[in-house]
Nanobody, 125 residues
Framework: QVQLVESGGGLVQPGDSLTLSCVVS????????MGWFRQAPGAEREYIST????????HYADSVKGRFTISRDNSKNTVYLQMNSLLPEDTAVYYC??????????????????WGQGTRVTVSS
């Protein structure tokens, strides 16, 4: 079945850039949308961005709009999150997620069926 593995997290300084990757393995019965979420220490899980099954449509939370870019390369079964101008408040565990039902799933975590294990991003001087 579908499994997701994130990578690319680490320790960076404010203003730096970082790219996260999410590799999708297994088979899906239909085209699926993808999303990125994050959870900071002591905080609720927060929506970041979503992308449709073909990479034609995207959406971003206001907190990351203009700084983060979501993309996907279906030939490589990989979804990316390019993060620029990182801020200390971006520190969190970042998760990718797949919605097997919706081609463009949006910002609600409840419509995502499969989640990765998370990758830690720490932004500190």
């Amino acid at each position: 079945q579908v499994q997701l593995v994130e990578s690319g997290g680490g320790l960076v300084q404010p203003g730096d850039s970082l790219t996260l990757s999410c590799v999708v393995s297994g088979r899906a019965e239909r085209p699926y949308g993808m999303g990125w979420f994050r959870q900071a220490p002591g905080a609720e899980r927060e929506y970041i961005s979503t992308i449709d099954s073909l990479g034609r449509s995207t959406h971003y939370a206001d907190s990351v709009k203009g700084r983060f870019t979501i993309s996907r390369d279906n030939s490589k079964n990989t979804v990316y999150l390019q993060m620029n101008s990182l801020l200390p408040e971006d520190t969190a565990v970042y998760y990718c997620a797949a919605s097997l039902k919706w081609a463009f799933p949006g910002n609600s975590a409840r419509v995502y069926d499969v989640w990765g294990q998370g990758t830690r991003v720490t932004v500190s001087s």
